[in-house]
């Protein structure tokens, strides 16, 4: 089995070490600030005892597990590794100045792969000599948990090295779906309309946060509404995500972040992490009261909705990945009940294509416009799946 390295020991880096570890690997995992590598120990530590505790593993192989993972205060420990995986702070330079690092430790035919959120692959590959050997593997938060992994060749990656590495995520016992190198890769583009759209509809004043997170947990039947999830995920975390989307895709104002959440950010009304953000999160505050208004929550869902379908669409449309893919990485990547795709079919699509025209001419913008994709399938009757789920 070959050696794994994780570079960065944060959130990410912890967890990801946590699962190739948990595979059989042995794991050399670095992080340049040794308080974050004994913060990671003891979390680690922490964990593979929580479970041992609850019966999810025998004592002796949390044990074996935790020796398999090795921490250490230089980079040279990474000469024998065949796999490395960054999952360091998200900044580009940074980020070239570390795959280079790597490329002069390691053998000629050890992968490096980069799990960032946001940035593109083809500059971080080219930062190294040899930028065919690397690739994106974008795991989700918590990375133990969470099924899906996004595998991104950039246009340098050679294709054996997507084939070895996707191979190798399958073999940790994850659900890998195939995304194009282009900004948010498939989840953090199609999930934007959830937050976006939500916010819309908030500043406009047609539902207030605990009528739509209502109407999107009870009537469409997601886990967490929009602001809970967004008080979860941290606004300043989600505001970032958005606004590097924004950038990335030149300013298209499908991606526009809103300004309620950027002042929510600016103010420290994080979310659940600092005890206020939508909600009021400290002991003994009243929980706000949703309009159960059952037209009024069909209104949101439908608009959001619809939304959401249009940029799946949009993404399979311009090839961003396979449709397939698109609803296996909604589904595991962010649990949402149904795939975009499907939900379309059994939405209709013409009654799609309405629901966004209608949108477009009421408000004549531009980030209501409708996917060429379904337009086109709602002319010709076709359904994105033949068969049923
Ligand atoms: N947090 C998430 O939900 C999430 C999900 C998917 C992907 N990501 C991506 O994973 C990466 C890490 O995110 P995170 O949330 O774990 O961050 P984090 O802040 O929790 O951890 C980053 C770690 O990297 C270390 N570090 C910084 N510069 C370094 C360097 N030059 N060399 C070695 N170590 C260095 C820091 O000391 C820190 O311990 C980012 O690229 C992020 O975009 C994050």
Redesign the pocket.
């Known amino acids: 089995m070959i050696k794994i390295g994780v570079?960065?020991?944060?959130?990410?880096?912890a967890g990801i070490a946590q699962v190739a570890a948990t595979a059989g690997h042995e794991v050399i995992l670095?992080?340049?600030?040794p308080a974050?590598l004994e913060k990671a120990s003891q979390k680690l530590q922490k964990i593979l005892n929580r479970l041992v505790e609850k019966g999810r593993l025998e004592d002796a192989r949390a044990k074996a597990i935790f020796a398999r993972i090795h921490f250490v205060a230089a980079m040279e420990a990474y000469q024998d590794c065949g796999l490395i995986i960054e999952?360091?702070?998200?900044d580009l330079a940074?980020k070239k100045?570390?795959f280079k690092k790597l490329e002069s430790i390691v053998a000629k035919d050890c992968i490096l792969a980069?799990?960032?959120?946001?940035?593109s692959i083809a500059s971080i590959a080219a930062a190294c000599e040899n930028s065919n050997r690397v690739l994106g593997i974008?795991?989700?938060?918590p990375a133990p948990l969470m099924k899906l992994v996004e595998i991104i060749p950039a246009i340098q990656t050679d294709s054996a090295v997507t084939k070895n590495a996707t191979e190798m995520i399958e073999a940790w016992g994850k659900l890998t779906v195939l995304a194009k190198d282009t900004p948010g890769f498939i989840v953090n583009r199609v999930a934007r309309p959830f937050y976006g759209e939500a916010l819309r509809i908030l500043e406009e004043g047609i539902a207030d946060v605990a009528t739509i997170d209502w109407a999107m947990t009870e009537i469409a039947g997601f886990r967490m509404g929009p602001f809970t999830l967004m008080d979860y995920i941290g606004n300043d975390?989600n505001y970032i995500v958005t606004e590097t989307v924004f950038k990335a895709f030149y300013f298209d104002p499908r991606y526009k972040p809103a300004f309620t959440q950027k002042r929510l950010s600016e103010a420290g009304y994080l979310g659940r992490k600092s005890g206020r953000g939508y909600y009021d999160y400290s002991e003994g505050a009243a929980a706000p009261q949703a309009n159960m208004d059952r037209k009024l929550g069909e209104t949101i869902v439908d608009r959001i909705l619809v939304m959401l379908i249009n940029e799946a669409a949009d993404a399979l449309y311009l090839n961003v990945a396979s449709k397939e893919d698109i609803d296996l990485a909604m589904t595991k990547g962010v649990n949402y009940p149904k795939g975009l795709l499907r939900w379309a079919d059994e939405k209709g699509i013409e009654q799609c294509v309405l629901g966004m025209d209608q949108l477009q001419q009421e408000y004549l913008e531009d980030r209501y416009r409708c996917s060429p994709l379904l337009r086109k399938m709602a002319k010709e009757g076709w359904q994105f799946f033949d068969e049923p789920a």
């Open positions: 570079l960065g020991s944060g959130s990410m880096g670095y992080d340049s600030n974050a999952a360091i702070i998200e940074i100045q570390v980069s799990n960032t959120s946001s940035l974008h795991f989700f938060n975390i």
